[in-house]
C-alpha cells in the first residue's frame, strides 16, 4: 500500500508525487467527479450543487441510490462550510442524518445547502436535495468539525 499524505489542497505518495491537485479551495475532488457532481454557486455559507441521474448510480430498483444522494447532500454542505473558513482550513463530516421523501428515476437532481458555526471548531448544515421538477426528495442534516491546531477555539 502507498504511503499517502494529505494536505488541503493535494494527496501524494511518498513515491510519486501528488496523485491530484484541485483547481481552487471550492471545487470538486476525484470522488465528486466521479459521481458527476457541479458545483453551481458557493458562499456566504450556502451551496448548489447537482448531479444528473447516470444509470451507474441506481440501486437494483433503478431508482438513484441513497448513498448517491447522501453524497451529493454531504459535498454541498462541505462546500457551503468551506465559503466560511480560510482556504487551507481542514474540517471533515463528524455526524449525518439522511431522509429519503421520493424516488428518482431520472433527470437531474440539486442540493441546496446551508452551514452555520455552531460554536467553536464545530459546524452544522442542511441540504434539501430536489428533483428536476422542484420536488424535495431528499433532505440532509450534518455536523462538521475542523480539525485542531488552526486557529479555532473548542
Known amino acids: 500500500m502507498a504511503n499517502l ?6 494527496l501524494m505518495t511518498a513515491e510519486s508525487g501528488p ?5 481552487g479551495w471550492i471545487d470538486t475532488a476525484p470522488f465528486e467527479d466521479l459521481l458527476g457532481i457541479t458545483i453551481e454557486s ?3 455559507g450556502r451551496a448548489v450543487l447537482s448531479f444528473p441521474f447516470r444509470l451507474k448510480l441506481a440501486q437494483g430498483g ?3 441510490h441513497g448513498g448517491a444522494l447522501t453524497s451529493l447532500a454531504d459535498t454541498a454542505v462541505a462546500m457551503a462550510i468551506k465559503s466560511l473558513l480560510p482556504e487551507g482550513t481542514i474540517f471533515a463530516t463528524t455526524e449525518l442524518t439522511s431522509r ?9 437532481v440539486r442540493a441546496v445547502a446551508v452551514a452555520v458555526r455552531s460554536g467553536g471548531r464545530t459546524f452544522a ?3 434539501e436535495l430536489l428533483d428536476g ?3 424535495c426528495v431528499a433532505t440532509f442534516a ?3 468539525r475542523v480539525a485542531r491546531g488552526q486557529g479555532f477555539e473548542d
Not at 19 to 23: A, C, G, S, V
Not at 100 to 108: N, S, T, Y
Request: hydrophobic letters at 35%.
Open 42 to 44: 458557493a458562499g456566504n
Open 125 to 127: 448544515g442542511t441540504a
Open 133 to 135: 421538477q422542484g420536488e
Open 100 to 108: 429519503f421523501h421520493a424516488p428518482v428515476r431520472q433527470g437531474d
Open 19 to 23: 496523485l491530484f491537485e484541485l483547481d
Open 5 to 10: 499524505k494529505c494536505d488541503a489542497d493535494t
Open 62 to 64: 433503478g431508482v438513484l
Open 142 to 144: 450534518s455536523t462538521f
